[in-house]
C-alpha cells in the first residue's frame, strides 16, 4: 500500500466545458476514493485582482515576479494551497489532478509499480504525458518505463513527496516567474522529476477542452499598482 492522499482540482459552473469537466472529475474522484483519502483541500478561483487579494489575505501570500494570467495564478494557488494542507497530514505522498483528466481502471495498480522504481530522493513523479512530447525523450532503451522527466508542460497527474511540498513552499516565498509546470519541468537543477517513458503504458489521458483562461486571457503584472 502507498500512504498517499489526492486532490482532483475542479470548480464548478466555471468555463465553457464545465460539465464535461465535472462529469470527468467525479469519476475518477469515485474511483480513487476506493484506494486513498480525498485531501480536504478547496480548488482556487482566482479571476481578479480582488480574488487574488483574498487569497493573499487568508491563505499564502503569491510573489509573481512575471507576467501571468489570471488562471495561471490560480493553478498556483490550488497547487500550493493543497501542499500545505498536504503537509498538516501524516501523508507520505500527494497526488493532484486537473479535471480534464481521462483513466483506465489499471491506473492505481500501475501507479503501485511506478512508485517502486522510482529512485531515491525522489521528489515528482508526472503520472502522464502528451503524446506531442514523446519526440523530446532522449532515451534508446524501450523496456525503461519510469525515466527523467523530459517534457516541458501540464499538471494533468502527478505526484510530490513531503520534501518536495516543502521545498516548493519555501522556494515560491521569494516569487515565481513561470507558471508552475515550466517552473518544474523545465528546471531539473532544483527538482528531481520523473515520469514515464514512451514506450511505457499510459493510463492517464488528456480530456481536448477548451481552457477558457488559456484561450481568452492576456497575461498581466498581477502586483502592478493600480491594476
Not at 480513487?32 to 482566482?46: A, K
Not at 502528451?130 to 519510469?146: A, C, E, K, L
Not at 515565481?176 to 499510459?202: C, G, M, Q
Request: aromatic content about 14%; charged content about 25%.
Amino acid at each position: 500500500m502507498i500512504n498517499l492522499t489526492y486532490k482532483v482540482f475542479h470548480i464548478d459552473s466555471f468555463g465553457e466545458s464545465s460539465e464535461v469537466r465535472k462529469k470527468l472529475s467525479s469519476k475518477i474522484d469515485k474511483y480513487l476514493g476506493d484506494f486513498f483519502p480525498r485531501l480536504d483541500t478547496e480548488t482556487v478561483l482566482i479571476s481578479n485582482k480582488e480574488q487574488y487579494d483574498l487569497f493573499n489575505m487568508h491563505h499564502l501570500t503569491l510573489k509573481p515576479t512575471n507576467e501571468f494570467k489570471w488562471g495561471e495564478i490560480g493553478v498556483w494557488a490550488s497547487n500550493l494551497l493543497a501542499m500545505q494542507n498536504f503537509l498538516k497530514t501524516d501523508h507520505d505522498y500527494l497526488m493532484l489532478m486537473e479535471d480534464d483528466i481521462q483513466f483506465d481502471l489499471l491506473t492505481v495498480p500501475h501507479l503501485y509499480m511506478h512508485m517502486k522504481n522510482l529512485p531515491k530522493g525522489w521528489d515528482v513523479f508526472s503520472y502522464y504525458v502528451h503524446p506531442n512530447q514523446f519526440s523530446r525523450y532522449p532515451g534508446t532503451d524501450i523496456t525503461q518505463m519510469v525515466v527523467p522527466a523530459y517534457q516541458d508542460w501540464s499538471m494533468l497527474c502527478y505526484i510530490v513527496t513531503r520534501n518536495m511540498a516543502e521545498k516548493m513552499l519555501a522556494e515560491v516565498k521569494n516569487g515565481f516567474n513561470e507558471p508552475i509546470d515550466w517552473h518544474i519541468f523545465r528546471h531539473p537543477e532544483r527538482y528531481k522529476v520523473y515520469t514515464l517513458a514512451p514506450s511505457a503504458f499510459h493510463p492517464i489521458e488528456l480530456y481536448e477542452t477548451k481552457s477558457t483562461f488559456q484561450q481568452n486571457e492576456d497575461r498581466i503584472l498581477i502586483d502592478k499598482e493600480g491594476i
